[in-house]
């Protein structure tokens, strides 16, 4: 169920301008994807970074962001936006994160080594900890490995990371100024996983295709709470310059002190870049074997989800976003008392999402958002949907 994975976090298009580009590549591989929907030409770059601040001695760099924001729901209940995780108080002012990135690169053209952390602190934090690890309680660190790069012909190099690291599934990234919507959708918090501290071997084969293989503790968990391990697959295609698809799988047991109770499941997400507008499709698939956790602890529990994205760039300073999601989570297993949502089997839930984004200053991010969410059952304080708008603000640096 969902109380299994309390816990959430988070490759994608900002539309802003002003600041020195790069590539969707480079920019999903520092957030802890290896350029899951990455065109493969640099010269697409729809993608802004955050500006680095760089120590040449140790050949460090820092970088990071700070966010806050305002959001009211029609349908909150003392003041708790209900299905939300970052965006879950209504009527208020939130301090979203201070976060915090360190990064030693690697030379991939030889044997060398490196490492990445990510920390993160305000009100963010709570919902982003693995089990077993935090730095408080508005506090988390939620990317801290160490990578050694084994050279290859190619030049490319194979890349071993040992410690905790991002998911590699979904289209949203934890770090929200680096999604196209400011909220996050019922993919990314129902049913994916966000961390794993394991290893994973990852590797470039050419410009078409990459690959990464990950053995892990489990989701959302530093110290494993059963027997045994679990793992993960992806494969990523890159037929065209904008053109880009993956292929994820998953599988292992998630449950306290079960190492027999299997959850496996697959995804797949794919993008295409026309001009100025890149639309993302993403489709996930679940199972877990029955197990006492579960709403109906007698059956396996299954569900699957679909969303997809329309990011435009209006003009170098203005960009346009559009989300909508479905998942139907028959046994609510992922949605039952998660977020304040209290499910029945047979759970379908949707949104619809518009975000304004605003880069009119240098460094600085403005988004307004609209978002409906519909569910087939009555859980927004006693009604099957509610309405929301949002506010947010952020700052790079």
Same mark, same amino acid.
């Given at each position: ?23 969707? =590549? ?9 350029? /899951? ?18 120590? !040449?001695?140790?050949?460090? #760099? ?27 108080? $209504?009527? @208020? ?8 990135? +360190? ?5 991939? /053209? #030889? ?14 934090? !709570? ?7 935090? %730095? ?6 939620? =990317? ?14 194979? @890349? ?11 289209? &949203? ?10 909220? *996050?959708?019922?993919?990314? *918090? ?11 071997? &990852? ?21 494993? +709470? ?39 499941? +697959?995804?797949? %997400? ?42 435009? &760039?209006?003009? !170098? ?33 949707? $949104?619809? /999402? ?44």
């Amino acid at each position: 169920m969902r109380g299994t994975r309390r816990r959430a976090i988070g490759a994608c298009t900002l539309l802003l301008t002003n600041v020195d580009a790069i590539s969707v =590549q480079s920019m999903v591989a520092t957030a802890g994807r290896m350029d /899951t929907m990455a065109p493969k030409d640099d010269s697409t770059t729809i993608v802004k970074p955050v500006p680095e601040v760089i120590l !040449p001695l140790l050949g460090l #760099k820092f970088s990071g962001y700070v966010e806050s924001a305002f959001n009211m729901s029609n349908r909150a209940s003392d003041r708790a936006i209900v299905g939300r995780l970052y965006e879950r108080t $209504s009527n @208020q002012f939130s301090l979203n994160a201070l976060k915090l990135s +360190v990064d030693r690169a690697y030379d991939a /053209t #030889k044997l060398d080594a490196g490492f990445h952390a990510d920390m993160i602190f305000g009100q963010n934090a !709570p919902v982003l900890q693995s089990a077993g690890f935090n %730095l408080g309680l508005n506090g988390d660190g939620y =990317q801290l490995y160490g990578t050694l790069n084994f050279p290859t012909a190619n030049g490319n190099g194979v @890349q071993v990371k040992i410690g905790l690291m991002a998911t590699f599934l979904g289209m &949203e990234l934890i770090e929200t100024p680096l999604n196209p919507n400011v909220s *996050i959708a019922n993919q990314f *918090i129902y049913v994916e996983n966000f961390t794993q501290t394991g290893m994973s071997v &990852e590797h470039r084969f050419n410009k078409y295709v990459d690959a990464q293989v990950r053995v892990l503790n489990g989701w959302d968990q530093v110290q494993d +709470v059963n027997g045994r391990l679990s793992y993960m697959a992806r494969v990523g295609l890159a037929p065209g310059a904008s053109t880009s698809v993956a292929f994820s799988a998953f599988t292992g047991p998630e449950q306290a002190d079960n190492n027999s109770a299997m959850r496996s499941g +697959v995804e797949v %997400l794919a993008s295409q870049r026309i001009g100025k507008v890149t639309t993302y499709v993403q489709g996930d698939y679940g199972r877990e074997q029955m197990n006492e956790a579960l709403p109906d602890p007698t059956r396996d529990a299954t569900w699957w989800a679909a969303g997809t994205w329309l990011v435009v &760039e209006a003009t !170098p300073k203005v960009g346009i976003a559009l989300r909508g999601d479905y998942l139907a989570d028959r046994a609510s297993a992922r949605t039952a008392s998660a977020f304040g949502i209290v499910g029945a089997p047979g759970h379908r839930l949707s $949104s619809a /999402t518009a975000t304004l984004n605003l880069k009119t200053m240098p460094n600085v991010l403005i988004r307004p958002e609209l978002r409906f969410d519909r569910s087939n059952q009555q859980v927004f304080a006693a009604r099957n949907q509610q309405f929301s708008v949002g506010l947010s603000a952020t700052y790079l640096f």
